[in-house]
């Protein structure tokens, strides 16, 4: 999940799909909540979630907005009570959901990244979607959180990624493990059936016999992420 920014440290712009993939990025099943950042870059709005360190690169997951509120009230997609949904509230007894905390920070002292170092991020390949997901929901387990996934088109395929998911081979380098697949949706969720080995992509979450993974689905690729051949 999202983490705090060091002084000194640059920022690695990476442009999500929504401002409900923010949300739902922020947010834990637990309704435990990460804070978004609203900064200035240039002439345009900035609604902004700290993501990944790598080196000195600070990953900072943003769209453009004009919302002009200081908490988002946000609603997970659950069989039965409704779609998923987020809007801007003046309090947090205004509607029930998760609360987001939106704060007005200016970082135009901060430096900007165009990339990550390869020195700093390796890229590795999973043959099969079944063992990204695997791994994500494993490493969710481990840290007693709602897994999730980052997911972007590339050159009509679906790239599903995730950072440092396998422990035993950590080390000082980030690990971007990523595999690709069929071109999908924009999908929130994708749901996981142990017992049969099988996932798909949904809109909704709260089936007790699946295992659910978010999915933040970004703009575009990641800048130091290279296509295979």
């Given at each position: 999940?999202a983490?705090?920014?060091?002084?000194?440290k640059?920022?690695?712009?990476?442009?999500?799909?929504?401002?409900?993939d923010?949300c739902?990025?922020c947010?834990?099943?637990d309704?435990?909540?990460?804070?978004?950042l609203?900064?200035?870059?240039?002439?345009e709005?900035?609604?902004?979630?700290?993501g990944?360190?790598?080196?000195?690169?600070?990953?900072?997951y943003?769209?453009?907005?004009?919302?002009?509120g200081?908490?988002?009230?946000?609603?997970f997609?659950?069989?039965?009570?409704?779609?998923e949904?987020m809007?801007f509230v003046?309090s947090?007894?205004?509607?029930?959901?998760?609360?987001?905390?939106?704060?007005?920070?200016d970082l135009k002292?901060m430096?900007k990244?165009?990339?990550?170092s390869?020195?700093?991020?390796?890229?590795?390949?999973?043959?099969?979607?079944?063992?990204?997901?695997?791994?994500?929901i494993?490493?969710?387990?481990?840290?007693?959180?709602?897994?999730?996934?980052?997911?972007?088109?590339?050159?009509?395929?679906?790239?599903?990624?995730?950072?440092d998911?396998i422990?035993?081979?950590?080390d000082e380098?980030?690990?971007?493990y990523?595999?690709?697949?069929?071109k999908?949706?924009?999908?929130?969720?994708?749901?996981w059936?142990?017992?049969?080995?099988r996932?798909d992509?949904?809109?909704?979450?709260?089936e007790?016999s699946?295992?659910?993974?978010?999915?933040?689905?970004?703009?575009?690729p990641?800048?130091?992420?290279?296509?295979?051949d």
């Open positions: 999940m983490s705090k920014t060091p002084h000194g640059s920022m690695l712009y990476v442009k999500a799909a929504s401002m409900m923010l739902r990025y947010c834990g099943y309704f435990n909540t990460d804070m978004l609203r900064t200035k870059e240039g002439k709005t900035r609604i902004m979630a700290l990944e360190q790598i080196g000195d690169v600070t990953l900072g943003y769209v453009e907005s004009e919302g002009k200081s908490i988002i009230s946000y609603k997609p659950e069989y039965g009570k409704g779609p949904s809007e003046n947090i007894e205004q509607q029930p959901g998760n609360y987001i905390s939106v704060i007005d920070l002292g430096k990244a165009k990339e990550a390869s020195k700093d991020i390796m890229l590795m390949r999973m043959e099969k979607p079944e063992s990204m997901i695997n791994a994500a494993r490493k969710g387990l481990r840290g007693e959180a709602l897994p999730y996934l980052y997911s972007f088109a590339v050159k009509g395929y679906t790239v599903l990624c995730g950072f998911l422990d035993g081979l950590n380098k980030r690990m971007l990523y595999t690709v697949m069929g999908k949706k924009d999908e929130g969720f994708l749901r059936s142990y017992t049969a080995n996932f992509f949904v809109d909704v979450i709260g007790y699946y295992i659910y993974v978010k999915i933040i689905n970004l703009a575009g990641f800048s130091f992420f290279k296509m295979p």
